[in-house]
């Protein structure tokens, strides 16, 4: 991948215009840290239909940098200021408009080299991209002063990470390999509940995670007033008087983030949706058991499966 | 063109969020003129191969698309209200940060569409999207307190539309009915020049052009101190009295219009850039003299050229 980009930014430079700090601006955001879970597991996918993780590699490396166009676009569209521990890209161009807008064209730069190396799986990621949008749109778009149910928000973020996490990077690298269906429906039964399991491990991390955990603020969820499974199960079975503080409070830069916790534990949303992700984490595993998973990749997988729900319980 | 875009917009509602508006506001930018070069291009390069035109007619959707998401988000890097004779999509929008972030997602959302649509040519549309955004970051940083040259502004324009305009959808519908290289070559030495050339045009038709012609304000080039070819070329030949009040004027919404004109044409530079024009559509026009392009594809694309140039002649 640093070779990869240091190729590109390099080819950046040729124009008559000097663009040097915004190519060391975009290396430095996308070398610093990420758990660079898409790519391991479209190696995985890639293996589990017999291919060589070689030639798997600049698939790989396409759908980090598919990550990384949509995690730029989203700090500017969130307003984020800090993301893996440091600046968001259109803070450290500056923060004004044209900050912003050169930010978001190193995101878009991201993504047309992703869909240059992702090569015959492009139409596939850029219909999973289609629903990461959708699903980005109604999420800053909101509900427009009424509330999302508990089964509104999984539909939502099942849109916006649904498949694009685990079943887009387990798919490509193994149809790049020529996988037969019977091993695509394993790896979707497999990725599936992850990624809602996912969802709800980020949730958890975002509203009770440390920041040394997260890279971001400490519990940043509560305070941005983030829309989460969390909080409307709180809202569902909450007491009157804690669901009514709840809402006042949520969304508020001074909130007291450990009372809200405290309501979140009280109300039980808190061990629900821990029970929760226990659960669909467990059914991920189950599907390994598939014939059609090679015994070695499964292996691979139950632990890129722990690791992703478990850091958060 | 329609009917694509009322199934892609409807599914957009079957999220639990009201997105009508966002929709229709995606929809009426779309649909509201527009010149659909690049989609009569990609048909008439697949039927230089000897292609069918219903069988391009998802990728010729396709280029319109992805066209559609690069005018949207120059429209809000560039902080343009107007494009095609109405609002720009951010304003439509709120012209706020939420509206700019919703068209930003629309704009993202019409490029998912557009590599889904050009399927096996989504690798090839992104290398070329890759230097347009090379471009448009060029042009937006500028040349950050001294000026371009002629020659250097030629650079930046070439990587910005060079290809982009007229050779990526040749070669998109010609690949797409398996073209042989020879073809693919005559298609280029036709693109090329004339890529050059419709740049040129559209600088004289936002420096010299009618609003009714462009969709866009009056000489909306000088008022926004647009670099282009035809004042970096007046600088560089014109006499110092006048090259010096052209560098203070530009750039001023209360500059006198039709005084900078005068400068333009007394230094020459808006008859040397029409005769540029007018020979690399010459030459354009001379690469379909090739055994290679069939005669009927030859006519249709001998229009096109002379439509795209001489517009602004």
Redesign the interface.
Known sequence: MRAFLDGKLQ??QA?????RD?AAALRNYLLRGGKRLRGALLIAGHQAAGGRPEAALDASIGVELLHGYLLI?DD??D?DDVRRGGPTLHRALGGD??GA??A??CG??C??????L???G??L???T??QV??????D?????GRE?SAR?IL??QR?KTGTYTFELPLHLGATLAAAPQVLLDALSAYARPLGVAFQIADDLLGTFGAAEVTGKPNAGDLREGKWTLLVARALESAAKKDADRLRSQLGKADADVEELRGILRRSGAEASARADAERLCDDALRALDSPAVPEHVADDLRAIARYSVHRAL
């Open positions: 080819a950046l124009l008559p215009v000097d663009l915004v676009h500017f569209m307003q408009h044209l807008s050169l978001l064209l878009s730069l993504e047309s080299w992703a869909y240059q992702l090569g015959p492009a139409p990621a850029a219909r991209v289609e949008i959708a699903g980005q749109m109604a800053l778009r909101g509900p427009r999302l509104e539909e939502v849109a």
